[in-house]
């Protein structure tokens, strides 16, 4: 089966009015250019680095202008809309990164907040603490939509590839990966992570992308792309403002790369044996 896929390339600034604008813009384009999946970045609704001015603009998830505009637009266009991640306020005071994802009669058909947090100081200043902010997920995603099984992911969540293993073992045909990935690891990193996810998993992968310099003073390194089970980029866009990343996905070619390269099913058990060291003057060969 074919379908046209679209990632959403955006820099959302601190304003959700304005950045729920861009999106109704660059989603209707998709649509306009056949798309009938199409995903959004990390933190469409706001990228905000000041945790007060984040919560300022702060809804839950019934009230969230994000939520409401997306699944408005869902029905409209007769798409599966993915908000790749919002933050939601939660009953407890705390904030999901929570992703979503549309039918194309408006139904919430899916949530999932991001498992991994990016809790890091980089050698060049910038430091970021997830958890400090956000509450963890605590369960992957997988959605059975008429054209695919999907899996979600988010951004930091790249780096763990068993939960792609596990998704893949448990038939994803697709895996996303919404991020808003800083400009120093996405030139290092950003890529070859992805397609290492595709080509290890024989999976299809879709990566909208955060792009430029934020309001907040953020920079975040773009290239939004979609890549192909043979880990072939299909489509990508470049690393500053907003883009429609536009490619065709056939599934039939998830069975084909899973056939000529069957590591799921050849994978194995083991134990790790953890060998004391030789002694002094040992011979080794």
């Known amino acids: 089966m074919s379908l046209k896929v679209a990632a959403i390339q955006m820099c959302s600034g601190t304003d959700p009015e304005k950045n729920a604008h861009d999106m109704e813009r660059l989603v209707r384009e998709a649509a306009d250019h056949g798309a009938r999946y199409i995903q959004t970045p990390e933190m469409t609704g706001a990228v905000q680095k000041n945790r007060a001015g984040l919560m300022e603009i702060l809804r839950d998830e019934e009230s969230d202008l994000i939520v409401q505009k997306a699944a408005a637009l869902a029905k409209e266009l007769s798409v599966h809309l993915h908000i790749g991640s919002t933050a939601i306020a939660l009953a407890d005071g ?73 998704q893949a073992m448990a038939g994803a045909q697709i895996l996303t990966v919404p991020a808003a990935f800083t400009k120093q690891t996405g030139e290092a990193h950003w890529e070859v992570l992805l397609r290492a996810r595709a080509i290890e998993n024989g999976t ?82």
Not at 109 to 129: C, P, Q
Not at 252 to 261: D, G, P
Request: one cysteine or more; glycine letters at 10%; aromatic letters at 10%.
């Open 94 to 166: 705390k904030i999901a990164n929570r992703a979503f994802l549309f039918g194309p009669d408006g139904r919430k058909l899916a949530t999932y907040d991001k498992i991994h947090m990016f809790d890091v100081d980089l050698d060049n200043g910038e430091s970021w603490r997830e958890s400090s902010v956000y509450r963890p997920g605590t369960s992957a995603k997988l959605l059975d939509l008429p054209f695919a099984r999907l899996g979600f992911a988010i951004c930091y969540d790249v780096r763990f590839p068993h939960l792609f293993r596990a």
């Open 204 to 285: 299809f992968l879709i990566a909208a992308a955060q792009a430029g310099l934020h309001e907040d003073g953020r920079e975040t390194f773009g290239h939004s792309m979609v890549i192909d089970p043979w880990g072939k980029v299909l489509a990508h866009a470049g690393g500053v403002g907003e883009s429609v990343v536009l490619a065709n996905v056939d599934l039939a070619e998830v069975s084909a790369a899973r056939a000529k390269i069957p590591n799921l099913k050849n994978g194995r058990e083991f134990s790790i044996d953890i060998l004391p060291e030789l002694a002094k003057g040992g011979i080794t060969v």
